[in-house]
């Protein structure tokens, strides 16, 4: 093991034992290659806001962690046979992007790190320093993955996995003991792809082979608060979270296998929400179905918003009703504006004397300048 506390193979082995469908690891010494590409990304205007803030410790492990000496990622699919047989239901239905149809992924990964972590404390017969994080923590995962052997950068910026492609979700361990480390993931793998993911890509969000403009992502629009910049609301359709698009384009992920986890086999109301339903829970109606997916941490706002766009981007008549309404009753300014929207899509010419009537009314400027059609001449 050359002075290694735990050996490679013994890390492949619990990730069998554990249920991990991908592992891999690299030491905890720094990123360096990061920190032009993450200056860059910022200096262009790129972030979304939800990526850490400080550089530093994004490319650093031992700034956030002193004693780090290793790092485990771990990969798991979620694309499970279920998947293939997944039909939507009968109503109204809004989108919800694969990662979102199960368990939240944080939390069945946290699990199986934790797993893991206990494990390696029972192999060394001591206390070890253990720290896990799933999307949360300040290290850029996909660099984690790549120096740990898991899979290679591809130009739709995922990481892309030899047996799952892309379906995969990442989390990583770092700990105080020494792990013999694997060899990195080559470059890209793209090849002579014709840029597909780019030209797919509904928002141009993918603005170069490797490079996301994060802040036009649709993955992103459909978590932000507030409203949904009008030019992207079309481009939704009937998304309600994220966007899978430059992963269904992906050459690479045909014909991959599926991930075993029953926990990301999919819930038909987690994967095609009633959109008229949606409309009418309260959070903690919302809180109580859906907490157990990863699209429940904004709350009900959010996802409200996203199904009366949707539905404004369908021209469902049927939800007008409803919809005047909550233009008349809704306390939250985004919800009274972004439906004068989804009314004019739908039927303006039955709507506008209702959303002229809000128009006056209306003491948020924002939503007031969504529901200007409704007094402006229609000629």
Known sequence: MAGYEID??????LAEELGIDGIGVTTAE??????????????????????HPVIQ????????????????????????????????????????SVYAWGMDYHQVLKQKLDQLGKRLQELLGR????????????????AVAQRCGIGWLGKNCSIITDTHGSWVFLGQLVTDISIEPNV?????????????????CPTKALVNPFMTDSSKCLSYITQMKGFVPEQYRAKLGRRLWGCDTCQVVCPKNKDVAFGTAIEFDPEPEYAF???????????????????????????????QRNAIIALGNMRETQAIARLLELLSQDERPEIRGTIAWALKKIDPDATREAVAHAYEVEEHAEAKQEMAWAIEDPA
């Open 30 to 51: 720094p990123f360096a290659e990061l920190e032009e590409q993450l200056t860059n990304y910022r200096d262009l205007g790129h972030e979304s806001g939800f990526e």
């Open 8 to 13: 490679n193979a013994t890390i492949r082995q």
């Open 184 to 200: 990195p993931s080559p470059p890209p793998q793209c090849g002579d792809c014709p840029d597909l993911c780019l030209k797919a």
């Open 273 to 303: 929400p009633d959109l008229m339903r949606l409309l009418d829970l309260s959070n903690k109606q919302f809180r109580r179905e859906y907490g157990t997916s990863a699209a429940a941490w904004r709350g009900v706002k959010v996802m």
């Open 57 to 96: 410790e994004r490319i650093d492990p031992r700034q956030t962690w002193p004693n780090a000496q290793s790092i485990i990622a771990i990969a798991m699919g979620y694309r499970t046979e279920q998947y293939v047989g997944a039909k939507k239901p009968a109503g109204l239905r809004g989108q919800m």
């Open 127 to 142: 206390p070890i320093e253990i720290y896990n994080t799933v999307d949360t923590g300040p290290l850029v995962d996909r």
